[in-house]
């Protein structure tokens, strides 16, 4: 029933249309469709394809990735407030820039793909330093780290994921946290995030946030 | 055939004979390490920043020199009180001058930009590039365009929103005093003796906004900025995404006469869109050259000239280089981009 929506959905934020994006999903509410189809059945839905046509070569630049983020998360929080029951959170994320870098955008970016699909962030700003990311994470119960950076010193240097890494380690916790990575220099080196010893990286906002679903099931809860 | 540096660029500009196509090779933050003094005291003095830009030029035998000390020094032009100095990686941005929307009435452009405490270091960095290579060195000087700038000034997530989702008001008068900077800058640093103008504008690129968003907003600021200050010597540069896909249209109507590529751009693709009429800067992935070897960066370098060089007007170039590239990478590049960049049957014929 949803799917001429997900057309016009996508259509308009591939057009970087908010207003229009936010017409379409009221057009569907009118039609009867609850807040829980909103976001499951057309906000979700509508990103999947996204990844899907990005994988198929189709080219989303920056301004389309920021609109879906932006759309989906402002469409969600809305829909959160009048779904019938509380919804089942997928797991809990702690997100921030590393060490050194300013760049907050593309962690904006993650963390509006990621409410959609059920996952709570946890924004620790930007220029975080390696023992706040982990200290966070553990009070937070977060099952993955995310760090975005955007220069190849603050990618590759001792206080970003290499320092989060090394503090996993010493503390015992690489059973229970991930560590996902993304930004410039790893979209200029694919393999990048294994020499800084990340267990993941995606190229772009909307993909990270299926990555990170991913990585989120494949863990055990906390106790 | 004995040219100096600043006749090869031109000849490759106008495709006249030259000995071998120019390189850029962009080291900025290499300068400290020459000098072995910390960024931020490297940083503090025109003299440093000559100095630095001199050795490394002579060191490594490619063509360029910069007036850039680094992009947020734009923003200390324009009020910005905070950089971040790191020992590894180059000075940001860290006061934003607009934090919230009515700041953007209070922005001021100063009247005057030679008379700017924060102009007197790069004017004198310039003045000693000047005096010890100019007229044979070409020397380039950094300009964040008008619709790029307010990245500086607020953070690319601010300016995305305003940019994207207004208030439309606000968005364009912050875009006219941007405009207002970004034309007193130019000529000032014209006037100090800049040659190349590296016109900065990720906002030019479709990897940054559609392409209708390109043709309806983009563009046409890009149109009012050349207008204002002509194509002379200016580069047409998105921070290194990609431009094939404007190419064609910002040669057509706006004129500028030679683009610095992506590492992600086709440039075979580029210089048939090119075709005679504009320079085209190949651009080696440099994120890379920290961990390739020495083999691995000449054979990049072999595959770039081979799309670019066949009916030259090609330049061979790099991104911002980051510290961490070791120096017997630099060299390969500069070896193998002059060797494999050579006309008079070099390596490449
Ligand atoms: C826009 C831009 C600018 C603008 C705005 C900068 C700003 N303040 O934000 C301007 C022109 C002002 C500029 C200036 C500079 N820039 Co700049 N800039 C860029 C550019 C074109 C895009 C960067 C950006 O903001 N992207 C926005 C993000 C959100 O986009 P994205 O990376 O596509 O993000 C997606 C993914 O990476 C992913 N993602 C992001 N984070 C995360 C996190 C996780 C966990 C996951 C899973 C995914 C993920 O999802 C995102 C959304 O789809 C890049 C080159 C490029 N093509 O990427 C250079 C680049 C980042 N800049 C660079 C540099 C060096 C600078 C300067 C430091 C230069 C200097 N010496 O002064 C200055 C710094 C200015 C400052 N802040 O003080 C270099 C870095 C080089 C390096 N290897 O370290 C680059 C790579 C250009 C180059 N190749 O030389 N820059």
New interface residues.
């Given amino acids: 029933m949803l799917d001429s929506y997900i057309a016009a959905y996508n259509d308009a934020v591939f057009d970087t249309d908010r207003d229009e994006a936010l017409r379409v999903v009221q057009r569907a509410l009118d039609d009867g469709a609850s807040p829980e189809d909103i976001v499951f059945r057309l906000v979700v839905p509508a990103m999947d394809q996204m990844i899907k046509a990005i994988s198929e070569d189709f080219d989303a630049n920056l301004a389309q990735h920021f609109m879906t983020a932006q759309i989906a998360n402002e469409v969600t929080e809305s829909m959160l407030r009048r779904f019938t029951a509380p919804p089942q959170a997928l797991g809990r994320i702690v997100m921030g820039t590393a060490r050194g870098d300013m760049h907050s955008l593309g962690k904006r970016i993650v963390m509006g793909c990621l409410k959609a699909q059920m996952v709570e962030c946890v924004d620790l700003g930007v220029n975080v330093a390696p023992d706040r990311f982990v200290d966070e994470a553990v009070a937070q119960r977060a099952s993955v780290i995310g760090i975005s950076a955007m220069m190849s010193h603050t990618a590759r240097g001792p206080d970003g994921c290499l320092g989060v890494r090394r503090l996993l380690q010493e503390r015992g916790l690489e059973h229970r946290i991930r560590i996902i990575v993304g930004g410039a220099p790893y979209r200029f080196d694919p393999d990048l995030y294994r020499v800084v010893q990340a267990d993941a990286w995606a190229e772009d906002g909307i993909t990270a946030g299926k990555v990170i679903a991913g990585l989120l099931t494949e863990l055990p809860p906390w106790p | 055939m004995a040219m100096t540096a600043l006749q090869r660029l031109a000849a490759a500009a106008t495709r006249r004979p030259a000995d071998r196509a120019p390189i850029f090779c962009n080291l900025f933050d290499q300068g400290a390490r020459e000098l072995g003094m910390p960024l931020r005291e490297y940083y503090s003095r025109g003299a440093h920043v000559a100095e630095g830009q001199l050795r490394l030029r002579e060191k490594f035998g490619y063509d360029n020199l910069w007036s850039l000390f680094y992009v947020g020094k734009e923003a200390e032009l324009l009020g910005c009180n905070r950089i971040?100095f790191?020992d590894?990686?180059?000075p940001?941005?860290?006061h934003f001058v607009i934090d919230d929307l009515d700041d953007i009435a209070s922005l001021e452009v100063p009247a005057d930009i030679t008379r700017h405490p924060a102009f007197e270091q790069p004017a004198e960095c310039l003045r000693l590039l000047r005096q010890h290579a100019g007229g044979t060195y070409p020397i380039c000087a950094y300009i964040t365009s008008t619709m790029s700038l307010p990245a500086l000034l607020m953070?690319?997530?601010r300016w995305?929103?305003l940019l994207?989702?207004g208030p439309v008001d606000a968005r364009d008068a912050l875009l006219a005093r941007c405009h207002e900077f970004f034309v007193k800058e130019v000529e000032a640093y014209r006037a100090a003796g800049a040659d190349v103008i590296l016109y900065a504008n990720p906002f030019g690129s479709?990897?940054?906004?559609?392409m209708?968003?390109f043709l309806s907003h983009a563009l046409p600021w890009i149109e009012r900025d050349l207008r204002a200050i002509g194509t002379d010597g200016v580069v047409y540069y998105c921070g290194t995404s990609r431009i094939n896909r404007v190419l064609d249209i910002v040669l057509d109507t706006v004129g500028i006469r030679t683009y610095y590529l992506s590492?992600f751009d086709s440039i075979a693709d580029a210089k048939e869109i090119a075709g005679g009429r504009a320079l085209t800067c190949g651009v080696i992935?440099d994120?890379?050259m920290?961990?390739w070897t020495e083999d691995e960066v000449v054979a990049e370098v072999r595959r770039m000239t081979d799309a670019g060089m066949p009916g030259g007007r090609f330049l061979i170039g790099t991104g911002v280089m980051?510290?961490?590239i070791p120096e017997a990478n630099i060299r390969a590049f500069v070896t193998a981009a002059r060797d494999f960049g050579s006309h008079d049957g070099g390596a490449h014929a």
């Fill in positions: 971040c790191a590894d990686g180059p940001n941005v860290e953070g690319m997530e995305m929103s994207l989702m479709t990897d940054t906004v559609s209708k968003f590492p992935n994120a890379r920290i961990d980051p510290l961490a």
